[in-house]
Structure formats: C-alpha cells, structure tokens
C-alpha cells in the first residue's frame, strides 16, 4: 500500500513539475513519496524540483535588479541547490550503481558551476565521470562532459571527450555538432566547417544545420559556398528569418546586388518594421553598397552590429 501510494504521490509530482510548472508543490508531493518509500528515483525527482525552483528564482534577475535583491536571490538560490545535492547523494546512497544517479548528482552541481559556488565544477565532473564509468556505452554521457567542459572554454577536454562520444556512435548528431561549435570557439574555422558539413549528411532533413554551416562558411570568409548551404536552410524553411538575411550579406559580398536585393525586399515584406532591412533595401537599390570601406565604421560588417529578423528555428 505505501508503495502505491508512493507511486501516486510521484506521478503527481511529476505533473506539477512539467505540467502545472510548479516545482515547489512538486518537491512536496516527491518528499511524501520518498517517505513512503525510499528510492533513488524519488530522490532524483525532488533534486530535479529543486533545480526548478532555483532556476526560478534566478530568472526573477533582471539588469535592472539591486545588488541586494540579486545577492538575497542567489543566496535562497544556493540553499535550494545544497538542499538537492543532499537529495542526488542521497539517491546514490540508495543505488550506486545506478548512473542515473550519477546524472542527477551532475545536473545540480552544473548549476552549483554556474552560480559559481565552491567546488561545484570539480564536483560535476566527478559525478559525470562516475556516470560514464557505470555506463560506458552511453554516447550521451560523453557529451554531457563534453559540453560541461565547453561551457568553461575547456576546448581540448571538450573535443577529446566528443571523440569518445562519437567512438561508441560514429553518427551521433548531437556531437558532431557541438563539436562544430567547439572548434569554431577555437578559431578552427576549417575544422568547424567539416564538422557542420557532416552533420547536415546525417540530418539533411533539419534548417538550423545548414543555417550554422553557412555562418561558418560566411566567416571564414567564403561566401560562394555560404550562399548554397544559407539557400537550402530557407528551402526547407521558407520563413527562416536568419538564413535569408545572411543569405542576403552572403550575395552582397559576392557583389550579386539583384540577388541580395531579392533577399532583402522579401525581409521588408514579411518584417515591415525592421528598419535596418528597409535601409538595406534602399541602399541596394540606388546602387551603393551596403558595407562601408571605413574599418571604424560599423557598418562595415552589418552582421556583427545588426538585430535583424532573427525568427529562430
């Protein structure tokens, strides 16, 4: 009966989490399981509520927000978050040889890294190597790391570690792509490219892919072929917003001023207000070019100051 009624208290813990977004009723009803009955899964559950509630909180941040609301944000924050590495370490106490629990352990101490609490990056890295080490042909345990240590700029850990991801799956779409993103943050342009052109073979289905192939393509520079992979995003998705604005800069560059001119006069119609695309195409159609030759001008490069459209897949 107490495991039932555990398994009740669970479900509905998990419809307030996902479905009401209520993770503080969540956590409620995950305490009544857990004392019901004591497994990791309940733990787990009440270290994800509070991940909830903490990211929550800190959302309530703004720039306008006081330094003392911020710091007595962050503080109730970082009890939440020490309340559920009790909870991760409580599900390993109760199972450790299950990697979930290892997972968990790593989902609270990589938002611990983030609120740059002590010790906290240290600690997802044990927890995500602990992981791994249960599971060792789960892909996307290595690319959890991996991007762990990309989002501390740890580029040859992150490239390593995809590596070991794509060993257990070579077509492991998600690591082929971040590993585009980390090359790209090295500066390995080239390197980034053949990882982005990859992953469109895997998924030639999916516009964000050709999308960020293009921008690579169009900052190494070579706008030629930005041009194809920009022009098959906005085909798969003709409302692709950001493909067609670079698709546009792509042909401008290319001094194929009809081309661009086609490109932006369908932005201006389908985004009357953006005025920068309507100067665009004002500009395009008296015959000047829209980059200024001025290195301090920061027209020069439109795509590195401008918000265009921007309708993100």
Known sequence: VKNTSALAYFGSGVNALNTSVNPVAADKSFATAVSLNPLDIYWQARAEAGIASANQLLSAITSTSTASTTSAIVASAGTIVNKS????????????DNYNNYVSQARVAELATVMKMTNAYESAIAAHTNAIRRNLGNPSLYLNLARLYASQSKWDESIQTIGAALQVKSNYLDAVYLLSQV?????????AITAAQFATQLNPSDPLL???????????????????SLAEALKLNPTYANAQYFLGLSYARLNETAKALAEFEKLAASNPDNKEV????????????????????KAARPENN????????
């Open 85 to 96: 590495i009790e909870y991760s370490n409580n599900a390993i106490a109760a199972d450790p």
């Open 278 to 297: 309507a100067l665009m195409v004002t500009t395009l159609r008296s015959g000047k070019s829209i980059f200024a030759t001025g290195p301090q001008s």
């Open 210 to 228: 050709f999308f960020q192939l293009g921008l690579l393509q169009y900052n190494k520079p070579d706008y030629a072929n930005a041009t194809t």
């Open 183 to 191: 090359e790209a943050a090295k500066g390995n342009l080239t390197d």
């Open 306 to 313: 401008s918000t265009p459209p921007i309708q993100q897949k």
